[in-house]
């Protein structure tokens, strides 16, 4: 993994700039946003699961949500993580923690599901702190890799469109 040299930067823009960072919601409710999220975009759903402690995080299989962390914002930030762990370092690419491929992930979590008046004007703010984040063709490389992984190497969920594209087995 590269050195996360935009962490702290991410940090502020998401508390200075995102409405409802920090209203906390039961555990359950995060598990069920990011259970629909993983079927939407046919990622393996990662377990979500309760830490003490002030800080959040996540790997390709689990993400654990502190007390304080327990929010909508908060668990699609993490996922934003799995999925680019996931997603990056099957292919031996070395990304940044909070790097721009990570930032356009959560930025396009956050204006497909999070549903918060100005939710959908979040991609032009995260420059205002000196956060860079990738083009949207890193979604689509994020997308089309979720998919070689799914059918070829994992097999082990099925994305919505497969049985659309290559017919029932």
Known sequence: ???????ARVYRWQQ??????WVCVPLEDCAQLITMVCRDIGFKTPVVMAKRGHLSMANTRNIWLSPKGQTFVIA???LAHSITQR???IFGDSIAGHGPEFVRMFLWLLE???DEPGAQALSLTPSLYGVKV???GVVDVIFDRLAYINIVMDKTIVHPMEEVLYGKE
């Open 1 to 7: 993994m590269k050195r996360d040299s935009q962490r």
């Open 16 to 21: 200075a700039e995102i409405p409802g960072i």
């Open 76 to 78: 699609l930030h993490e």
């Open 87 to 89: 997603v990056f370092g």
């Open 112 to 114: 497909h599901y999070y």
């Open 134 to 136: 990738s083009s949207y």
